[in-house]
């Protein structure tokens, strides 16, 4: 069974950084393209990046140039790394296969909190 622990998640103050990780489990994750989303109180969950399994990368509009999405394979985990942030950038962030067909089980996700 597929398990997604995300974590790094915490109170930023405008302008900070934070960086999260998600580690897998229970799948060959190297061969998965990952996806980081979020979710605001309120709002649909959106996608923020994506990272193929040959390391090609994908940003959302609103987060293009201050967010950075990584792997290491090796740790079966995919990071984001977060900079400039803004309050409208607090959310609960998940990570998840970035798939068409399959879906994986959303795990808890990290709050992240960005203070004006």
């Known amino acids: 069974q597929v398990q997604l622990v995300a974590s790094g998640g915490g109170l930023v103050q405008s302008g900070g950084s934070l960086s999260l990780s998600c580690a897998a489990s229970?799948?060959?994750?190297?061969?998965?393209?990952m996806a980081w989303y979020r979710q605001a109180p309120g709002k649909q969950r959106e996608l923020v990046a994506t990272?193929?399994?040959?390391?090609?990368?994908n940003y959302a509009d609103s987060v293009k140039g201050r967010f950075t999405i990584s792997r290491d394979n090796a740790k079966n985990t995919v990071y984001l790394q977060m900079s400039s942030l803004k309050p409208e950038d607090t959310a609960v962030y998940y990570c998840?296969?970035?798939?068409?067909?399959?879906?994986?089980?959303w795990g808890q996700g990290t709050q992240v909190t960005v203070s004006s």
């Open positions: 990272i193929t399994s040959g390391i090609g990368t």
């Open positions: 229970g799948v060959i994750f190297s061969i998965y393209d």
């Open positions: 998840n296969v970035n798939s068409r067909r399959i879906s994986w089980p």
